[in-house]
């Protein structure tokens, strides 16, 4: 058998990653010699690490095959949310570089976590096996249940770990319910051999009712309605840079399987239409429930109840161009996600939870950040001329006259709701001034989130080439 | 200079000034720099003087492939419509940015760099012949006004910012859906492409109210325009100027460059809906800015009466009517902008916007009475300045084809008058408050009057040159028009007479259909 180590090349390298922090977290010179080394250089290493990881990612973006007996298979998708990973994982490990609620001598064991959560999420995106991509996605998970109590002088953090364990548990039980009814039914866990099974209610009851179980896992992970209580109370006691990365990368793991799993059905299937009701459901909730927030992460968090429903626009119109819509914007969504969140790990100087109240007189405090954040929010309300502006028109083409149209003029009457808070964000930093004198945030995260906010700018005005690579997955779905 | 990009240039200039401007330390440098902007911008439009009058289709195409999987173009041009706009546009930016120069004495940075891409963002609304690259500019401009209104607006500057952006992004949403359904009808998002093509009239009807809903509101029209007075009286002089001169075009640009041409058949099947809104609009703007104390106000109602001649010649029908709408719009833009920079200059030397509290200026500020005066006359159409033209022609398109809705139309005209006059006079001749102690115009303001006047009396006297301009365009809309809503006529009664034909493979648009009769 011809092996190409091109083909594993992001998973390896993360996984090198992974095994270096384990050894630094457990080397005794960790624990005995607290004073004389300074914990944050031990792992200083590691953005670099994670951008030298990206650039492998790249250089795979290509590469195609099958392992582990057709389980695992690497194509033009699962090189794309790599990518996307590889990203998502560079930019979360650069924000939380410095983290002010993370004792020092756990930061090695949480940067382990992180990565091993990373990588759980680059073998999902190539799984293509019903139990694989269970192991997978228990891989990230159990990571994340770890890191979510990671952060000091804060109780609400022990809460916020039980619940995602308790709502994970159920989600995933769910899920491995639905998976023994669908090997019952179908008498197949790889997705080559399901795509030829029939999926209507009238062929395979037992199949339908496993799928949508099945799927439920992964709605968990996506925070779509109604499995999306965790999300606000999570990332409300989470530490903002656990909350970055739990907001983002995990919804890239659960929107590659379900693209995956989207890919075999057809429009005007029960099931279907069962994901067009919560996708619609989900973005009305999220968008009215985060009008009424102060707290921006609780805020966020509903945010990304309503984008996981935008999200299952692209997968109802279960057309090549639907599927990398959704991929695309998936992409994007982390993007912009994680540029909100730098924003207040940077301001958030004590690692407390912000207020609205916190943004006041932010264009006079740390005018650059304040213009990175209103990019970041104009982009989340998908306004153009930011990449979210072209994420959504993708979607929105995808889906219509596929028999979905109620849901994209749902989708679109969304954003009128959205935008008022996400303005909110932009009026707070530009327009209110702040009541007392506020310190200046330290200017060195200035640069990055420049970088982030330019990169949400240019795929906004070109987001051809990138999207291409999207379109290309697609295709080989649905060709 | 032949392959000089003359559109891109106009567009993205201001976009260039703006990077300069961070580096530039001073608020009056920064005012000078963009100033300097402002007539290079002006200057910038020089190559549009190759303009050729007779050519009724787009010139100065630019067009690029943008992302060719999804037929995305960044394509520009120009025809007589948008010709006549984006001058107006380049027009007013150095003027706004001379109206501040003292009335904006905080954020003078952020303020200049909002005034850049708002212009930007206008000239980009009337060239681009993408629908996609439309709507980017038609957004990118909610940003930067919204800024203006809530950074240097007046006291309750929160409640009219968030309404003006809630308002217009509510519409543009739907109109989002009805560029998604033309591209999918169509296979384009080129403007001229899907302009050629003809679509089923049930099709017709849902993406027309979608589209109109938007326009409406960004016109505004009677019910939707609740927005408009509460944002021009909070937001400041320069806001207030850009809003009325040219946002407001904006809407009015969306019927005749989107509604007309995609939507004909529908265009006459909600035709009579229109008139009568656009005639609920002029009398209800006419009687409510009857009432006003607040001279802000005032003109915030005048310009809802004022549009609604321009949708009302629009729907009209009739080279005529589609003549004046298009002269109403930009005599509106030169004469609504120049009273909103006149009561902003009284408004730094009395710091109030009401009408009794600036009384019996004629006799101590002569020059500013005297500019009022010629503004003031312009706007309620008297004969012999650029208004007349406009609403002359409207009212001849509307008598030409009925008759009694020209009838109907006249007391706006009447009630025009009637406010105006009563501000005029009020303000000339009333019993002097404090005045005594306030200075003539000077120099700056002098100079941003100036060509206003100018053109009012110009345009006024001289209306030829400004028609030839626009006509051989609209006469090309309006054959186009014709033959297209004839062509659908036909089956436009069978399918409109039986509703559920139409609703049934549509009831996923139903949010659309409810827009019109929307609470206000």
Known sequence: MEFNVNIFLPELFQLAIVLALFLLSVSPSMKSSAKSAPFSARTAWLPLAACAGLVAAAFSLGAHGTILGEAYQVDALSQFFKFAVALGFAIAVLNASSQPTLEPEKRADYFLLLSLSALGLMCLASAVELITIYLALELSSYSLYALIPLRSREPRAAEAGIKYILFGATATALSLFGLAYILASQHSSYLAALTASPWSWAEAPIGIIGLTLFMAGFFYKLALFPFHFWAPDVYDGASNETAAYAATLPKLGAVVVLIRLAAMLKPGLQVTTVLAILGAVSMTFGNLAALTQQDIKRMLGYSSVAHAGYIMVGLVAASASGLAAAGFYSLIYVLMNLTCFWVICRLSTDGRNLKLNDLDGLYRRAPFLAFVLAVAALALVGLPPTAGFMGKLFLLSAAWNRGYDWLVVVAALNTAISIYYYLNLIRHAYTVEADGETAAPPPDGALWGGVLAGLLLVLGAVPAPVFRWAEAAGRQLMP | MSDWPTLTAL????????????????????????????????????????????????????????????????????????????????????????????????????????????????????????????????????????????????????????????????????????????????????????????????????????????????????????????????????????????????????????????????????????????????????????????????????SVAHMGFVTLGIFIFTLRGLEGALMVMLNHGITTGALFMLVGCIYERSHSREIGKNLGLGKYLPAYMGFFGLFALSSLGFPGTNSFVGEALVLIGVFAQKPWLGAVAIPGVLLSAAYMLRLGQKLAWGEPTQARAYKDLNVREWVYFAPLAVLVIYIGLAPGLTLRAMDPTLTRVLNDFRERSVVAAAPAKTAASSLESVLAPRAALQPSAAAPTLPR
């Not at chain 2, 003027?95 to 930007?120: D, N, Q």
């Not at chain 2, 809407?251 to 008139?275: D, E, H, K, N």
């Open chain 2, 11 to 302: 567009v993205f200039f201001p976009v260039a000034a703006c990077l300069v401007l961070p580096f530039i330390r001073g608020d009056r440098a920064i005012r000078i720099v963009s100033l300097v902007m402002g007539v290079v911008e002006l200057l910038l439009a020089l190559p549009l003087l190759r303009f050729n009058l007779s050519v009724p289709g787009y010139q100065f195409q630019e067009l690029v492939a943008w992302v060719p999987e999804w037929g995305l173009h960044y394509h520009l041009g120009m025809d007589g419509i948008s010709l006549l706009m984006v001058l107006l546009t380049v027009l007013l930016l150095p003027l706004c940015v001379l109206c501040s120069w003292s009335y904006i004495s905080r954020r003078v940075k952020e303020f200049h760099f909002s005034l850049m891409l708002m212009t930007s963002a206008c000239v980009g609304v009337f060239v681009a012949l993408d629908f996609v690259l439309f709507y980017i500019f038609w957004e990118a401009m909610l940003v930067p006004m919204f800024l203006l209104i809530a950074v240097w607006g007046g006291p309750e500057r929160r409640y009219a910012s968030l309404k003006f952006f809630l308002y217009t992004l509510a519409g543009s949403t739907l109109l989002l859906v009805a560029m998604v359904a033309f591209y999918l009808a169509g296979g384009t998002f080129s403007i001229p492409e899907l302009s050629a093509r003809t679509y089923p009239f049930g099709f017709q009807c849902w993406t027309f109210l979608a589209m109109a809903f938007a326009f409406a509101i960004k016109v505004p029209m009677f019910p939707f325009h609740t927005w408009l007075p509460a944002a021009h009286v909070e937001a400041p002089t320069a806001g207030s100027v850009l809003l009325a001169s040219v946002l407001l075009k904006m809407g009015a640009y969306g019927f005749l460059r989107f509604c007309l041409p995609l939507t004909p058949a529908a265009s006459v099947y909600f035709a009579p809906l229109m008139i009568a809104i656009s005639i609920a609009s002029i009398l209800y703007g006419g009687f409510v800015a009857l009432g006003q104390h607040d001279m802000k106000k005032l003109i915030a109602y005048s």
